[in-house]
Structure formats: structure tokens, C-alpha cells
């Protein structure tokens, strides 16, 4: 019984603890920037790869997921008639959900994974601890300037996303399924303002900050070598993955009484 209860429990304070560390490199990022200890020739060559090593990807993924969902929200509303309500729905669920959460799992994938096997690479042979020789934080060095470009990068790609996600929304929409532009402009005018815009904003800064705490994390504790980068690596980015699945939820449930759903 007391090995059961043990096996139960060792999960709940291994995610305790790692809750816990996550914490802790947080706290140490403020301090660095709070410091004014920013590499900025660092930041901006990481907002150079995260910003616009990036673009490709959001744009494709964006254009894409606004026209499938238009695509797929058309053929059930077209059967009851309400087919000039498709540029409104695509809208709200470009900026609300989908444009911030595939914004934040492509990063996951591309530039989470690159951070994690790039610490986790200079921790295993020791160019971390050989930061910490010089006299430099290793958080000051490597965490605080990906933040920082992260911080400021992640805006400028959602918007990417949601522009092209609409446009190509429109184009399904109004010019192969002939939708009078008016009536599509109309809907869209009517369900989405700027609060919208914000909602997926405030999700997008946070899904970048959970892909850079959690990226770095995996590699500064990275370990037994070439094997350790490799299962840091997976490791931050199936994390990553599920945190951005989890916090979305929860985000939408408090932004929601911030800023809510327009009414028509």
C-alpha cells in the first residue's frame, strides 16, 4: 500500500517542483531585466529568428486555417441560409482562438525546439558554466534576450496570421462561393472590433512567454549529453505544447469578462 501510494504521488511532486523551478526562472528574468542587464545585440538577432525566421510559417498556417474553416462553416450555413454570416464567424474565431493558439504551437515546434537544443547543447559541454566563470548570468545571457524578442515578435505574427487567415477567408468566402462582398463585409464589421484583436494579443504575449521560460528551462537542465539535448528538446516542446492547450482554456474563460463578445 505504501509503495502505491508513493508511485501516486511522485507525479504530483515532480509537477510541484517543476512548477516550482518554472517560477524561479521567472523571477530571475525580472530581475535581469529590472537590472538593465540586456543583451541587445542578442535580442535583436533572436527577434531577427524568432520574428521573421518565422513569418513563412504563420503566414502559411494562418491562410490555410482561415480558409479551411471558412470552407467548412460555409457548407453548414449555406444550408440554412445564413451563409453572409461566414466572414463574421471566421473573424471572431481567427482572432479569439485560432490565430493566437497556431501562432503559438508553430513557435512551439520552431523556435522552442531551437532554444532547447541550443541551451541544452552549451550546458552538456559546459559553456554555461563557463558563462558563469566570466563573471555572466547565464538568465542574463540566454533567457532574457529570447524574452525580450519573443515579447515583441509574437504581436507582429498574429497579426500576420489573422491578416492572411482572413484575406484568404474572403477569398473562399466571397470569390469562389460567390458571397455578395457587402454581405460578408457587413457580418464581419458587425461581430469583430479591436477588442477581439486584443483578446488573441494578450494570449499570443502569453503563449510566448510559456515557450521561452519553458524551452530555456529544458536546456539549462539538460544533461548526459547528446541523449539529454535530445530528450530536453522533445521534452519542451510536447510541454510547451500542452501548457498552450491548458492555459488557452483558462484564458478564455477570464478574458471573456474583460473583453467580451460583441453583440450584434
Known amino acids: 500500500m505504501t509503495g502505491f501510494f508513493q508511485r501516486l504521488g511522485r507525479p504530483v511532486v515532480e509537477f510541484i517542483r517543476y512548477l516550482g523551478e518554472l517560477t524561479l526562472l521567472v523571477g530571475e528574468v525580472f530581475q535581469s531585466i529590472f537590472r538593465h542587464k540586456i543583451w541587445w545585440s542578442l535580442m535583436w538577432r533572436q527577434m531577427v529568428n524568432i520574428g521573421f525566421g518565422s513569418q513563412l510559417q504563420v503566414i502559411v498556417t494562418g491562410a490555410f486555417t482561415g480558409a479551411v474553416f471558412a470552407a467548412q462553416v460555409y457548407y453548414k450555413f449555406n444550408q440554412l441560409g445564413f451563409e453572409s454570416v461566414v466572414g463574421g464567424i471566421v473573424a471572431l474565431a481567427m482572432c479569439r482562438e485560432l490565430g493566437p493558439v497556431l ?33 555572466v548570468h547565464p538568465v542574463d545571457f540566454l533567457v532574457s534576450p529570447r524574452m525580450l524578442a519573443m515579447f515583441f515578435s509574437v504581436p507582429i505574427l498574429i497579426a500576420e496570421s489573422l491578416m492572411f487567415g482572413m484575406a484568404a477567408s474572403r477569398l473562399i468566402v466571397v470569390g469562389l462561393y460567390s458571397v455578395p462582398g457587402a454581405f460578408y463585409d457587413d457580418q464581419l464589421d458587425k461581430n469583430t472590433d479591436l477588442t477581439d484583436l486584443w483578446f488573441g494579443m494578450s494570449k499570443g504575449l502569453v503563449f510566448g512567454i510559456l515557450i521561452v521560460l519553458i524551452a530555456c528551462h529544458q536546456g539549462l537542465n539538460a544533461s548526459r549529453g547528446a541523449v539529454g539535448v535530445g530528450k530536453g528538446t522533445t521534452s519542451a516542446v510536447v510541454y510547451t505544447s500542452l501548457a498552450i492547450l491548458i492555459v488557452n482554456f483558462f484564458l478564455t474563460i477570464v478574458l471573456n469578462f474583460i473583453w467580451p463578445v460583441a453583440r450584434i
Open 103 to 135: 501562432t503559438g504551437l508553430m513557435l512551439t515546434s520552431r523556435v522552442g525546439a531551437a532554444m532547447a537544443a541550443e541551451i541544452g547543447t552549451m550546458k552538456v559541454t559546459e559553456q554555461v558554466d563557463a558563462l558563469r566563470s566570466l563573471g
